[in-house]
């Protein structure tokens, strides 16, 4: 019964137009006013020649282990937890 009246309504209805959206014309790129890129800041380290002993908690270990399993070095991983190499490699002879 409603496909009579759905043919009906389609054929009084008036057909859509289509949505055009204007597109900005494209600038060269040697008339575009370019900034020049701002000096990168330098920051500053703390110097890592001295550590105070320091000790990475039992619930750090499993993360430690992790860490260094996925790719970064002992090192990073001191520096990460502010502790000495041996430390690292203390958490990860012990075994888990």
Known sequence: MSA???????ETQPRRQPRIFAIPPAVPISAA???PAA?????????????????????????????TSYGMT?????ELYEVTGD???RILRRPS
Do not use: C, H, Y
């Open 74 to 78: 002992r090192a990073q991983v001191a």
């Open 39 to 67: 000096e990168p800041k330098q920051i500053r380290r703390k110097a890592t020649t001295k550590r105070e002993t320091r000790e990475i908690p039992f619930s750090q270990f499993g993360r430690v282990r992790t860490l």
């Open 87 to 89: 430390e690292i490699d």
């Open 4 to 10: 009579p009246n759905d043919a009906s309504s389609a």
């Open 33 to 35: 006013n370019v900034e």
